[in-house]
């Protein structure tokens, strides 16, 4: 299938260059609409950012509708016009409070333009990047395609939703409603971070995530430590007993059957990281420390993006206030999270956990779970072409390589895609570490605006090609 | 040297009996005087009480008076005038706050007597038991000797004391300036409780005490487990590696050196313990558990009186609110204390501890101790004479076996009497379990009293002989 042509390429870049102003204007008006999802007062604006976005939609050529939910409108729009692969981009119009609003330099939802001393400006506003200014890259692309050539080069579906501050909890009913509606050869999400200022990254494996509240239980009053010291079963002891035993020595997980099915990292997807600028000693230092605690002999970013972890993530029990009571205690809980990888099935994790931590108490003690997430991890195939031309895009439009990155975090809606469409997803954005995303002030570059919308014209070509 | 005849001794038993309204109107008198010691508003009823008592003492040829502290006063008192040893009696007359008045029947300080369903009779009121009702036994049985024989048979002096109920900070200096005014052949103290209702109890033997609390701090800063997690080390499971290795797998304690001078139990102790009624089944299941936690191989008498322990008093980091943040805490605490037994130098526990703890610290990772209290053992010889004829005189009286008791629980004044006075201490006291010591509607049995009245005139007879 041949794609567009190298100077059709270039005219819709310049008419990109061109209407700046114009762009920029339309994010602008987008952003004034407060979408916040979570305080019910603003519902009516999240209907109005919803309703924007579908007649901006329609002004394209898209066949757009603003769709109820049980909470906050979708927005589903199609262009499917030629031959070739069919994408379905996600972003969300709604965005994060603004409190404390004493913190903002201006109004969170005037946007204003700032020079920044590296020369960008920047655009300051809620929303600026997540997510309003990020999805209005692509949409602004489809604009710039559909201007200068009369059409988008490939199919494109587009789902915009108004709860993803919020939990997103209308998204995986919606999704099985309309699974065949939606369903695409693949899923773009512009949600992320750029690798560095100057290299755009793809991010296609993200980890997954089981997490749970333990309760161990012992006597079934607290003790005089006096009175009953050594011969009292002490739960926090016990319960210090069994996070030790979670870990092996050299930094691994020693629950049974953990690894099972965790493939070792493609030697290409190893090689690409190894050219990735990745200061290991940096980013433990920046945090104040100097060794790394995962497993021995795998790199940092193996151990944060590809290996699966286990981490105490609060635990309390016994007297902890001021002075000092010698109180045996009768309970004690831990938040324990596991953050999985592909291969592991969150399910198997969950029992062999708690098969784990059961095998090690007392026949007169006694401990409870409250699970709270349970996510299986997501990666794109790294011979997926959709990845491969992405990645010739993006790094023709940077003039670098682009990054192959994985991501610790858990992005549930990504395993959404994948579970009720059946589709691989893939995470390109273009904010910036210093984009202060929920915080006052928050901030898009100007640069990643353009460049963004740079970027989606290039990928698009490259898809079609 | 021969002690008072056996006619002697019930001649002064039969004062004590026919003389019990007058013990208790002198008791009720005492106990009408509110002598909280923490609040500062009621200094001049602990004067008050300090005065009453010195008044009673000087009314039965004690040389008595009342010392100034930097706090309440003392009150001392002596009366030597016999050939033959010489004990010193230790007692306090404040008393716990009455908060929460509401849940009191009557007056905290107007003594009620109460039948109770087991025939005996209840002395209701703050301070009846702890520490008035009790130090009025001694006083009273110095009282009968004096009248029926015109002197005591053994040389007395008297130490009560007016801030035990606010942790004795006067203490120490005290004993420090009177140590040669002060000091005996062995110190008496009633203020402990009877083994059960019907059997005396003789504590020789009080566990000391190490208390800390340890910090351990990895990043400069609570991280995300997404973007961190393997690779950060994480303080909650840090913490949990150390507490866990402090223990072995048979309910020891880890820590190199812990045991070093710990002697076991003496065979006639072991013995006398076997024989005492003690369920250690009932111990276990009357606090919901049916394992002994400590030493495999040792009795829970023995583990909880006379082996050394390690216990977690709380843990506090992370995230442990509702919900669930997936954070890799910074900085992760505990409080841990180590009942300590007679061979055991408390400073060389410290430092033991804390060498073992820092070196499970990565050298990334810092941990800072607070401690708190820090006593050593204190251990009556069995051989002692004082000891046999005190559990001879209580064994007579109650017509049972005294037993004698260890306690788990550190009682710092006993240690000082040790240290500053270089005496040994034997605690006999009437008091019973279900006292309600320091809570609402306190009480102490007519029958405590009027039999631990009735003991003390066997046990200054038996000590004389």
Redesign the interface.
């Known amino acids: 299938m041949p794609g567009p042509s190298q100077d059709q390429i270039s005219a819709v870049l310049q008419h990109v260059d061109a209407g700046m102003d114009e762009s920029l204007a339309r994010l602008f008006d987008l952003i004034r609409i407060p979408s916040i999802s979570t305080d019910p007062a603003y519902a009516p604006e999240c209907l109005k950012a919803a309703e924007w976005l579908s007649h901006d939609l329609a002004e394209i050529g898209f066949d757009a509708s603003v769709r109820t939910t049980d909470g906050h409108p979708m927005v589903v729009a199609h262009q499917r016009e030629v031959t070739g692969p069919h994408v379905l981009f996600y972003g969300h119009y709604d965005v994060q409070p603004v409190d404390p609003l004493t913190l903002w330099t201006s109004d969170p939802f005037e946007p204003r333009l700032e020079a920044l001393p590296n020369g960008d400006t920047a655009i300051v506003a809620r929303g600026s990047s997540d997510d309003k200014g990020q999805m209005l890259t692509f949409v602004e692309a489809c604009r710039a395609w559909k201007t200068v050539t009369g059409s988008l080069p490939i199919n494109v579906s587009i789902l915009f939703e108004g709860e993803e501050e919020a939990g997103s909890p209308s998204l995986a009913p919606f999704l099985d409603k309309t699974a065949d509606e939606l369903k695409a050869d693949a899923v773009y999400v512009c949600d992320t971070d750029m690798w560095d200022r100057n290299t755009p990254a793809v991010t296609t494996m993200l980890?997954g995530?089981y997490?749970t509240?333990m309760e161990i239980s012992?006597?079934?009053?607290d003790?005089?430590?006096?009175?009953?010291?050594?011969?009292?079963?002490?739960a926090?002891?016990l319960?210090?007993?069994v996070?030790?035993?979670?870990?092996t020595a050299d930094?691994g997980v020693a629950i049974e059957g953990f690894y099972d099915g965790v493939q070792d990292l493609p030697a290409a997807v190893k090689a690409q990281w190894q050219r990735l600028p990745f200061d290991e000693k940096g980013?433990?230092s920046d945090?104040?420390?100097?060794?790394?605690?995962?497993?021995a002999g795998r790199s940092?970013l193996e151990?944060?993006w590809a290996?699966p972890?286990c981490?105490?993530?609060?635990?309390?029990?016994?007297?902890?206030g001021e002075?000092?009571?010698?109180?045996?205690?009768a309970k004690?809980?831990?938040?324990i999270?596991f953050?999985l990888v592909a291969g592991q099935d969150p399910g198997k994790i969950r029992d062999a956990f708690k098969a784990h931590v059961a095998a090690r108490i007392?026949?007169?003690?006694s401990v409870t779970f409250k699970d709270?997430?349970l996510a299986p991890a997501t990666v794109m195939p790294l011979e997926s072409p959709f990845l491969t031309k992405t990645l010739g895009a993006l790094s023709e439009e940077w003039a670098c390589e682009a990054a192959l990155a994985g991501?610790?975090?858990?992005i549930p809606i990504i395993g959404e895609f994948k579970r009720r469409l059946g589709c691989d997803a893939l995470l390109v954005g273009f904010a910036r570490f210093d984009n202060r995303v929920h915080s006052p002030n928050e901030k898009y570059d100007l640069s990643s605006f353009h460049k963004g919308i740079r970027s989606w014209v290039r990928i698009l070509a490259a898809l079609a090609s």
Do not use: W
């Not at 003790?223 to 002490?234: D, K, P, Q, V």
């Open positions: 980890r995530l997490s509240e012992g006597a079934d009053r003790l005089h430590s006096g009175m009953f010291g050594n011969a009292a079963r002490n926090l002891q319960l210090s007993d996070i030790a035993s979670l870990r930094g980013f433990l945090i104040g420390l100097t060794i790394p605690a995962g497993e940092i151990q944060v290996r972890s981490e105490i993530n609060g635990i309390s029990g016994g007297y902890t002075g000092f009571k010698t109180v045996i205690p004690a809980m831990a938040k999270s953050r007392p026949a007169d003690c709270f997430g991501t610790g975090g858990s």
